[in-house]
């Protein structure tokens, strides 16, 4: 495969999440001509030689079906720690990860994700998807929450890169605040957004929540409600192990009942990743 190109990292157990994870993969890939590499970690080191010959099955087998070159990674160590820091490493030129997951089940619900245990650390995005890509040939719309947070312009180099890419509409759903001095940042945020993506063309719409207490369930809900295909959002900023136990905020949108796609920008990502998107 090309040296040149990008990479769409798969993290893969051979399981059904990881396949769903996997057609996404090579579905974005081959619009944004990015390599697909399915990313497998073993405990101990006596398992790696049977969990590469499975790799390599997984690899010619799915390149046939799916019609886009699989390729893989195989590493020892913990789940947590070996992908963040596969991704992040720069030489890799991984461009973003796409996690397979069930939601969040039994005991993860009090114990805290799995999937954001995986995706905090990492420079790069997570594409957390629960189910089999859609018949649509791409991702036509794209929520993109906006508060108060300065963390908002992070996100935002990945709404451009999915416009520009997937020539998706982007859907800037806005906070309710009464607090003017909250009101104020989150138009700061707003009108940045609208900036750049005016700036490189980007289809964009406005849209005010109207429930300021939950604004994720309702973020949840207006996604739905225009049948858009992927809420971009960023994670906690600070995260602690608290946190990881007992559920950071984002884990509602990230693990939600309806099975949308969710794109997580950690906010310590460089904007030199892909900050050529931001100027046209």
């Known amino acids: 495969m090309s040296q040149e190109k990008k990479t769409i990292l798969v993290t893969w157990d051979f399981s059904n999440p990881a396949l769903n994870a996997l057609k996404h993969a090579a579905k974005i890939g081959r619009i944004v001509e990015n390599n697909v590499l399915l990313f497998h970690v073993v405990m101990e080191s006596s398992e790696a030689a049977q969990a590469e010959e499975k790799l390599k099955e997984a690899c010619k087998k799915h390149t046939e ?4 070159e699989i390729g893989y990674v195989l590493r020892e160590g913990s789940i947590f720690d070996e992908i963040s820091d596969y991704a992040s490493e720069e030489a890799n ?3 973003f990860v796409i996690l397979g997951t069930h939601g969040m089940k039994g005991s993860q619900k009090l114990f ?11 420079t790069v995005p997570f594409l957390v998807v ?7 040939e791409r991702f036509t719309d794209i929520v993109f929450p906006i508060d108060f947070k300065s963390e908002n312009k992070e996100k935002l180099q990945w709404a451009i890169f999915l416009g520009k890419y997937l020539n998706s509409k982007v859907h800037l759903f806005k906070a309710p605040a009464k607090d003017k001095s909250l009101q104020k940042k989150i138009n700061v945020n707003l009108n940045f ?3 750049f993506l005016i700036q490189n063309n980007i289809e964009y719409e406005i849209h005010t929540a109207s429930d300021g207490k939950n604004f994720m369930k309702e973020t949840l809900r207006f996604t739905k409600s225009i049948g858009a295909d992927l809420i971009l959002i960023t994670t906690t900023k600070h995260m602690t192990l608290m946190d990881l136990i007992f559920a950071a905020k984002e884990q509602y949108l990230i693990a939600n009942d309806e099975g949308i796609p969710v794109m997580c920008v950690n ?5 030199a990743k892909v900050g050529q998107f931001m100027y046209g």
Do not use: M, T
Not at 65 to 68: D, R, S, T, Y
Not at 130 to 136: G, Y
Not at 267 to 271: D, E, L, T, V
């Open 130 to 136: 629960q189910k089999e890509p859609s018949d649509k």
């Open 112 to 122: 805290g994700s799995k999937a954001l245990r995986v995706i905090n650390g990492s």
């Open 65 to 68: 079906e799916l019609g886009h």
């Open 267 to 271: 906010p310590r990502a460089s904007f």
């Open 93 to 95: 030129n991984v461009n």
């Open 193 to 195: 957004a609208i900036r």
